[in-house]
């Protein structure tokens, strides 16, 4: 079946090889704007079990069933095969690759001594990119804290978690930082503590309905303690290597751009709601210095208060933001129905709206407008500071196809709404499509795709093959040109 996609994905981007420019071009944006890709550790890499790496708190989640059964023991092989991958991605073109590092392959204590073999597994990897011309944007926590701390003390429950994060930023700062600019301390805040702590569908499993947790209160003590994570490493960086080694520390949410139901008042005020949980309750401290008064009302003393010590580290902490956009959710006002539907919130969405319509189950309507909307939110709202679109992608079921015209038809259309965007004055600074490679995904292990190259997960050498929007991204980025195709 592979072989026979191939005969067919050559015919058909020989075909539209030399179409006309459809709209716009990558000359279109500025110069060091970046185009790049990107993966997660344990999304990735596998050997889970290899050259000391010891379990994250994903592994148990894993391995106790809660990801369809699936697991990233071997994933992608990504530990062993990221010389063919990087080689994969300079022939494409890619400017640059984000991915995560694995705190406990770095440091399998979780504080303490490093894992040689880990760090040099991270140097080969990022020394590899940048001899291929491409620069590597490193996320030091991707949902995978060290097992060791969550039995030891909660992990995320606990303010210790501050002072062990903290310490393994600097070692990444002081190993990696003479070749590494772009650093995020960590990946989606808001729904790694929703997924986490609210319903229970993410690592560590955690919620009111679960064996153990309470949804009421637990994300906001984490939400708190990752604020005060980040802001520790971003204050280390700026006064002990940005001089030196003249780097950027930033933060990412997941953003789902909320619409309102109706142009009632009502719906109007819960999208509004939508944007000040799932957005300002992370970005409000970084930026203004608190969270948002809407989340101080309706969480009341669940929430935690920041200190006036807190406050100054805290805001004014990221030099950059990063968003991960998927799609476009409509909010409705439903007082007496207080949930978020889509698999994401139960409890603490008392404190926030009900959101009419689930999440997409097979494939991502292809609604631009969301990102563009998003990035201007962003400027408006928050000053225009600096931004990432850390991830945007579409979601398709995995089944060895590699014509993926659904994946071209979407990165076209939402690549075109940053342009829009940027013509309108966002200060975002780069795209990254997610992801590289058909890999182990969090909600359902490998039932779904979002790669820009298929991994034959029945080759014993886990071969990657080329789709359509591998080819297209890549035409993209050298030619500067956007491809036509007939439907």
């Excluded at 992608?76 to 984000?98: P, W």
């Excluded at 965007?421 to 779904?448: I, Q, V």
């Amino acid at each position: 079946m592979v072989n026979a996609m191939i005969s067919t994905l050559f015919l058909v981007v020989v075909h539209f090889g030399g179409a006309a420019v459809e709209g716009y071009g990558r000359a279109d944006f500025p110069a060091d704007f970046v185009f790049g890709s990107g993966t997660a550790a344990y999304q990735y890499e596998g050997a889970a079990f290899e050259d000391g790496r010891t379990p994250s708190f994903w592994d148990t989640f894993a391995h106790s069933g809660g990801t369809e059964g699936a697991n990233g023991d071997v994933a992608c092989d990504g530990y062993h095969k990221y010389k063919e991958d990087v080689k994969l991605m300079s022939e494409m073109g890619l400017e640059a690759f984000r991915f995560s590092i694995s705190w406990s392959r770095l440091i399998p204590a979780g504080r303490g001594p490093l894992n040689p073999k880990g760090l040099q597994y991270y140097n080969n990897l990022i020394n590899q990119l940048i001899n291929n011309g491409i620069e590597p944007h490193v996320t030091l926590y991707h949902i995978d804290l060290p097992q060791i701390l969550e039995d030891e003390y909660g992990g995320w429950l606990s303010t210790k978690v501050v002072d062990d994060f903290r310490a393994y930023a600097e070692v990444c700062f002081r190993e990696f930082g003479d070749r590494v600019r772009h650093w995020t301390t960590v990946n989606e805040a808001n729904i790694f503590t929703m997924g986490g702590y609210v319903q229970g569908t993410s690592p560590p499993g955690r919620c009111s309905s679960c064996s153990k947790g309470n949804s009421s209160t637990e994300p906001y003590v984490v939400g708190h303690n990752i604020l005060l994570a980040h802001s520790a490493a971003a204050r280390l960086y700026k006064e002990k290597y940005k001089a030196a080694q003249k780097g950027y520390v930033g933060f990412n949410i997941y953003v789902l751009w909320p619409v309102p139901y109706t142009d009632s008042r009502e719906d109007i005020a819960a999208a509004q709601r939508v944007k000040d949980f799932l957005i300002g309750w992370m970005i409000d401290p970084l930026v203004l210095g608190d969270y948002p008064e809407v989340v101080k009302k309706n969480v009341g003393a669940r929430l935690p208060a920041f200190s006036a010590d807190e406050v100054e580290r805290v805001k004014g902490s990221s030099d950059f933001i990063g968003l991960n956009h998927y799609y476009t959710i409509l909010a409705k006002d439903n007082p007496s129905i207080l949930s978020l539907q889509g698999g994401l919130l139960t409890d603490m969405a008392a404190d926030m709206i009900y959101v009419q319509g689930d999440a997409p189950p097979d494939q991502y309507p292809t609604t631009p407008s969301g990102l563009y909307h998003t990035l201007e939110y962003m400027k408006q709202a928050y000053g225009n500071p600096p931004v990432y679109i850390h991830e945007n992608g579409q979601k398709t079921r995995r089944n060895g196809t590699l014509l993926d015209t659904p994946r071209v038809e979407y990165l076209r259309a939402f690549i075109s709404s940053v342009l829009d965007a940027l013509r309108n004055g966002s200060n975002t600074k780069g795209y990254f499509e997610w992801t590289f490679l058909d890999c182990f995904e969090l909600l359902d292990g490998y039932n779904s795709s979002f790669g820009l190259y298929y991994v034959d997960l029945d080759d014993k050498d886990l071969k990657r093959y080329p789709k359509f929007s591998a080819h297209w991204y890549s035409h993209f980025i050298n030619t500067g040109n956007t491809l036509l195709f007939q439907k």
